[in-house]
């Protein structure tokens, strides 16, 4: 069997890159391109997209920091729109990564494309007010195997030291698969709005949010394609982990396969 072609997007969020390509390099079975935003935009037109069979969305879109002030949320041009839903009718499988749920926040098809969406800052979302979603780096968290699912099968139940997200997950729209032991409540967190517009990182000082999902892994369709998204991968730590290395070459070998197609057209 040929190895899978993988398009790696990034940029928008700070990370270690070396570390990060590492995954990548000594994955089996993958040949992997790295293309930043937005110079990546351009790959969603359905031509340039046929020679990956899948994207690897590690990147952040859509919006501009402007310390002292909210983020300025960019809208997507009318073209990239097009192209996505193009691409995503057609049927081409995509697996996001933590940071990823927070792109193109001025979008509100991208966050149903992903299942849910991290906001750093109060926004509408699906027509209801949504406060500032909350962070916590290096939580040492147990990862519960939820279903059996090929991008389960043969991960034990494993800890990892990663970023947690209390954040908006679609629970009406998505299959979980994965959850964590990690309480999902405001105490635990600190606010994306503080660290942004005030430089204050690690405070939630003033700010409230309601309990959250503990689901941190997922799946679903978006018309005709297959979607997964993985909470983990913040930094060198989490990309070390053997658990989560498993978890996304399962989810590439998934979303790319005939089955996640046939399962994505039938519901799409």
Sequence with gaps: ???????????????????????FDEMPGVNWTHVEQPAAQVFFDPALAAAYDAF???DMPGIRFRPGEL???????????????????????????????????????YAEMLGGRFLYAEAALRGQSKPDSGYRHGVAQNIEILA??????????????????????????VEPI????????RDNFYSATLAVRDGKLFTNEGWDHPPGSRYVGWVKNHLSSPIAYLQFGDDP????????????????????????HAWARARG
């Design 1 to 23: 069997m040929p190895d899978k072609e993988i398009l790696v997007i990034t940029k928008g969020h700070p990370f270690e890159r070396d570390p990060f390509a590492r995954i």
């Design 56 to 58: 690897v969305l590690y």
């Design 71 to 109: 983020p300025e949320l960019l809208e997507p041009s009318p073209e990239l729109v097009t192209n996505m839903r193009a691409l995503l009718e057609k049927g081409f499988g995509i697996v996001a990564m933590h940071h990823a749920i927070a792109g193109w926040p001025a979008w509100s098809e």
């Design 148 to 173: 059996d699912h090929p991008i389960t099968r043969g991960v034990a139940p494993f800890g990892i030291s990663d970023e947690a997200y209390l954040f908006e997950v679609f629970e009406d729209s």
């Design 178 to 185: 994965l959850a964590s032991d990690y309480e999902f409540v």
């Design 237 to 260: 730590v989490a990309y070390e982990n053997a658990g989560f290395r498993q978890l996304l070459a399962n989810a590439i070998n998934w979303v790319t396969s005939d089955e996640a």
